[in-house]
């Protein structure tokens, strides 16, 4: 069995005090959080990824998700992961018309600290957002994902948002190997401030 350690905000580290590794985490997970991820040895440590034809046969691939009205999500933003009171990540997110997602927050580069989402538009001013991210054992390997979900809505002028997020951390098996919960905050990107 294969173990590594995974950081999540201090304020967690009291829900983990059951295990006993180390791990590394990436893009958007929580600091200081401790659990176990089994590796197969039979995967490698690296699942094939989707191929260019599985990604445009899906129907919402190709849909523009954002409507151009001027209330909008799109543009760049500086956010911040909070939980327990704790900041847990922070980073600079832009969020495309298309419907895609890019976070490049404050994990080491090594560890993959540039990732990739997906949103729609759910309300007037409302978003949700799925934004897997892979999870690495000390050493490099490959030994699973984490998946953040976050549902946000626009503050007044369109210049910040708010609203809860979560994060499960997934093994090669499958297996959840933690669910962690708190609060987003986007503060608006702009060219000419």
């Known amino acids: 069995m294969n ?4 950081t999540i905000p201090v304020a967690l ?9 180390a791990a590394q985490a990436q893009c958007g997970v929580p600091l200081n959080m401790k659990l176990p991820v089994v590796v197969p040895d039979s995967l490698g440590g690296h699942p094939a990824a989707p191929t260019a034809q599985a990604v445009k046969a899906h129907p919402e691939a190709q849909k ?27 980073g ?32 007037p001013t409302t978003y949700q957002l799925k934004h897997p991210s892979w999870t690495f054992d000390a050493s490099g390997n490959l030994n699973g994902t984490a998946i953040i979900r976050e549902t946000v809505t626009l503050g ?18 499958g297996k959840n190997q933690g669910h962690f919960e708190g609060t987003i905050t986007g503060t608006r990107i702009k060219a000419d401030s």
């Open 13 to 21: 580290v009291a829900i983990c005090t059951g295990f006993s590794t």
């Open 92 to 123: 600079f997110d832009l969020w495309n018309s298309d419907g895609t997602e890019i976070l490049n927050d404050t994990p080491p580069p090594s560890t993959g600290n540039v990732c990739l989402g997906v949103w729609t538009k759910t309300g």
């Open 64 to 90: 523009p998700k954002e409507d151009n009205d001027a209330f909008s999500i799109v543009g760049l933003w500086n956010v911040n992961f909070v939980s327990g009171g704790v900041t847990a990540d922070q």
């Open 156 to 173: 007044p002028g369109a210049d910040s948002f708010s609203g809860p997020y979560t994060v499960d951390v997934i093994d090669l098996n």
């Open 3 to 6: 173990k590594i350690t995974m």
